[in-house]
Every structure is written in C-alpha cells, then in structure tokens.
C-alpha cells in the first residue's frame, strides 16, 4: 500500500491517495518492485542529508515523520 499526500509549503496536508500494490503494478510495474526494496533496505542506506541548508533538512524531516504517520 502506498500514501501519496499532497503537503503546502507549511507542511500540512491537503490531499491524499491511497494506491495499492495492484494499482501500482498496473500503472507501472517497476515502480511496485522499487518500492518493495526500498521498504526493505535499511535505514544506513539512505544519503546523508548534511549537504541541505538546515531549512531543507527541518522540511525533510517533517514530511518523513508525516509519512511514516
């Protein structure tokens, strides 16, 4: 199951999508098995995000908390 949400520059939500695996794989297969290992690689695996301007990275982690939600 995959949540598509739509945010405004403040972060707050204003709509939202619910695809399953089946609609996903119709759409587009490969992007159904992206997003399988991606949900399966660990954490570490993920870019540092030092690079970003500390604004980016308050935004960034806002919009993780709020997928993970």
């Keep these: 199951m995959v949540k598509v949400i739509?945010?405004?520059d403040?972060?707050?939500e204003k709509a939202a999508v619910m695809l399953?695996?089946?609609t996903v794989e119709v759409v587009y297969?490969?992007?159904a098995a992206?997003?399988?290992d991606a949900a399966t690689a660990?954490?570490?695996?993920?870019a540092p995000s030092f690079d970003l301007?500390?604004?980016a990275r308050q935004r960034?982690?806002?919009l993780l908390t709020r997928i993970r939600s």
């Design 6 to 8: 739509h945010l405004s």
């Design 10 to 12: 403040d972060g707050t």
């Design 20 to 22: 399953d695996d089946f």
């Design 29 to 31: 297969s490969g992007i």
């Design 34 to 36: 992206m997003l399988r």
């Design 42 to 46: 660990q954490a570490a695996d993920v």
């Design 53 to 55: 301007p500390r604004e």
């Design 60 to 62: 960034r982690e806002k």
